[in-house]
T-cell receptor
Framework: GQQVMQIPQYQHVQEGEDFTTYCNSSTTLSNIQWYKQRPGGHPVFLIQ?????EVKKQKRLTFQFGEAKKNSSLHITATQTTDVGTYFCAARDNFGNEKLTFGTGTRLTIIP | DAGVIQSPRHEVTEMGQEVTLRCKPI?????LFWYRQTMMRGLELLIY????????DSGMPEDRFSAKMPNASFSTLKIQPSEPRDSAVYFC???????????FGEGSRLTVL
């Protein structure tokens, strides 16, 4: 089945530093979504990217979809303690079904 | 508006016992997903339904697992018999067909001793 890899697995940053997580697929994707899961919580939808090369911003978060639609990244500028959690990408393949495969996740911890 | 509702939130049981997890999707959502989350394997899709019909159950680990959706407002995931390796958080999620966002429930944390 489809696999979606994320790196890094863990990231510890000083508060105020930037953070980036990368998501890679071996197959071309229909679209990609990003979710955030707080410790002890459930995944919460952040955004969906559909177009090749698409870039979207949400305040300090910047999301990018690769030109080949096989990779994506999430960048957080000037991290805050509220950014703590695990960030997942989730991909839907090109076969027109609803199946959403989650990446392995990047756990972000912030050093105050 | 109520979100996805799962029960129980926590379950501790002994190996060999039957476990039933329940999910009520958001009203109007016609796609429902069951995921399992563990440290080792991350978030795995077990099965999903469209309009109450199971579409893809390729993620169901083995015959001990079964899922049903008898109507648009209710789904169950059953494990019989349960084993310690089934210990995980089980999430139910729902969405409207042809929209992107998945709405997750708070999960059912299962511990099998």
């Amino acid at each position: 089945g489809q696999q979606v890899m994320q790196i890094p697995q863990y990231q510890h940053v000083q508060e105020g530093e930037d953070f980036t997580t990368y998501c890679n697929s071996s197959t071309t994707l229909s679209n990609i979504q990003w979710y955030k899961q707080r410790p002890g919580g459930h995944p919460v939808f952040l955004i969906q990217l559909v177009k090749s090369g698409e870039v979207k911003k949400q305040k300090r978060l910047t999301f990018q979809f690769g030109e080949a639609k096989k990779n994506s990244s999430l960048h957080i500028t000037a991290t805050q303690t509220t950014d703590v959690g695990t960030y997942f990408c989730a991909a839907r393949d090109n076969f027109g079904n609803e199946k959403l495969t989650f990446g392995t996740g990047t756990r972000l911890t912030i050093i105050p | 508006d109520a979100g996805v509702i799962q029960s129980p939130r926590h379950e501790v049981t002994e190996m060999g016992q039957e476990v039933t997890l329940r999910c009520k999707p958001i009203s109007g959502h016609n796609s429902l997903f069951w995921y399992r989350q563990t440290m080792m394997r991350g978030l795995e899709l077990l099965i999903y339904f469209n309009n109450n019909v199971p579409i893809d159950d390729s993620g169901m680990p083995e015959d001990r697992f079964s899922a049903k959706m008898p109507n648009a407002s209710f789904s169950t995931l059953k494990i019989q018999p349960s084993e310690p390796r089934d210990s995980a958080v089980y999430f139910c999620a729902s969405k409207r067909t042809n929209t992107g966002e998945l709405f997750f429930g708070e999960g059912s944390r299962l511990t099998v001793l």
